[in-house]
Nanobody
Framework: QVQLVESGGGLVQAGESLRLSCAASGSMFSYFDVGWFRQAPGKQRELVAIISRAGSTNYGDSVRGRFTISRTNAKKMVYLQMNGLKPEDTGVYYC????????WGQGTQVTVSS
């Protein structure tokens, strides 16, 4: 069983930066693929970024080059550095972890004003 708690969301202006954090509980964190998804109002949940247990990363097309995902296994933490934020980045950001089963956090709101 894994529990995920996100933090770091907020209201920012276009062009600014935010850093999201996700704290995980449970064992075997280093074996999980972890990442971030987001959901804007009226839209489907979409991939933002994933980092595998081996450290390889994958990004959604709309954030590649602006966002950076990282993890610290010793602290059971996942981070998402978001630079150059745009209004279309607005949404609820969910932390995600998967080994055999997928786990989700409750989400943190990110709002980018123009």
């Amino acid at each position: 069983q894994v529990q995920l708690v996100e933090s770091g969301g907020g209201l920012v202006q276009a062009g600014e930066s935010l850093r999201l954090s996700c704290a995980a509980s449970g064992s075997m964190f280093s074996y999980f693929d972890v990442g971030w998804f987001r959901q804007a109002p009226g839209k489907q949940r979409e991939l933002v970024a994933i980092i595998s247990r081996a450290g390889s990363t994958n990004y959604g097309d709309s954030v590649r080059g602006r966002f950076t995902i990282s993890r610290t296994n010793a602290k059971k933490m996942v981070y998402l550095q978001m630079n150059g934020l745009k209004p279309e980045d607005t949404g609820v950001y969910y932390c995600y972890a998967k080994l055999n089963l997928a786990y989700w956090g409750q989400g943190t709101q990110v709002t980018v004003s123009s």
